[in-house]
């Protein structure tokens, strides 16, 4: 699914390129760490591979508030930029969600300024954020009726947990959100039609919270030691059991992080669309 994504994004992006408007992705990186320059590094690859400009501006972990709005400001005027994305965390002096609402709604390639969210939650939705779309383009491809369904939703962060319930709520699904507060969960998740899990917690999810034939979306990605010292990434659902119940469920890896990828890469290219509909 991802490889289709951005085979879609490739030839969109060179037929924009072809009529003047090259597609330009513009990254900023606060603070130089080896698995931040890493990842960058690997998404740089991910947007050539699809035609897609990318720059990386990497400011010192010490920036003010002021220099990064200044440059923030700067890139959206820029006609040249069509689309902007932060890296994160942020030092703990800068606060994320005040640095993310300056970047303009149009060039939000990951669909994390409150505005956007906003257009989410009246069904108006402009660029959703990458982690939410690519849950829901994984609960898409399963052919499951989603209208009507019941759908429960473990976590609350505002970029996964949240955007992903508005928008199964858009499609006319019952979506029950459950968080740290939820007193019993196997109750709710017992009854999912559809059940997605953005904690952080390895293992939250056994085979007892799961009914059968139920479609499972793992979003959680957690590093753990094992027995012989080695490290392994798992995530949220504890996959063996569970998958021996669920109609479809989704790895980690090789899940919603790949889908991820593709769909900042499809908002990228959604960004610039808007940006030339805007001239």
């Known amino acids: 699914m991802a490889a289709k994504v951005k085979q879609e994004v490739a030839q969109r992006a ?31 690859e991910a947007a050539a591979a699809v035609g897609v400009q990318y720059q990386l501006i990497t400011l010192a972990g010490d920036v003010t508030f002021d220099h990064i709005a200044g440059l923030i400001r700067q890139l ?9 994305m932060l890296h994160l965390p942020l030092p703990a002096h800068l ?16 669909g994390v300024n409150p505005a956007n969210i906003g257009y989410v939650v009246y069904g108006h939705t402009l660029i959703a954020p990458c982690t939410a779309r690519a849950a829901v383009e994984l609960i898409q491809s399963t052919g499951v009726t989603i209208r009507g369904a019941e759908a429960v939703v473990v976590g609350a962060s505002e970029i996964a947990s949240k955007p992903i319930a ?27 039609d559809i059940l997605v899990v953005a904690v952080g917690k390895p293992g939250l999810i056994s085979a007892e919270h799961v009914r059968e034939g139920a479609v499972v979306i793992d ?22 059991p569970v998958r021996q119940k669920a109609s479809f469920i989704s790895p980690v890896p ?15 290219l959604r960004s610039a669309e808007l940006a030339r509909e805007r001239k």
Do not use: W
Not at 176 to 191: N, S
Not at 254 to 268: E, F, I, K, Q, R
């Open 95 to 110: 606060d994320a969600t005040d640095v993310q609402y300056l970047i303009d709604p149009v060039k939000d390639v990951e």
């Open 219 to 240: 979003v959680g990605i957690n590093r753990i030691t094992q027995l012989d010292g080695s490290r392994k990434t798992v995530g949220d659902v504890d996959f063996e």
């Open 14 to 44: 060179a037929a924009l390129a072809a009529a003047g408007h090259p597609v330009r992705l513009v990254a900023i990186l606060v603070g130089s760490t080896a698995a931040g320059e890493l990842y960058a590094q690997r998404q740089g």
């Open 166 to 192: 508005l928008l199964l709520s858009e499609q006319m699904a019952t979506v029950t959100l459950c968080h740290i507060a939820t007193r019993d969960l196997k109750l709710h998740t017992q009854r999912a």
């Open 254 to 268: 090789g899940g919603v992080g790949p889908m991820t990828v593709a769909m900042l890469l499809s908002n990228t």
């Open 76 to 84: 959206n005027a820029d006609s040249q930029v069509t689309g902007i």
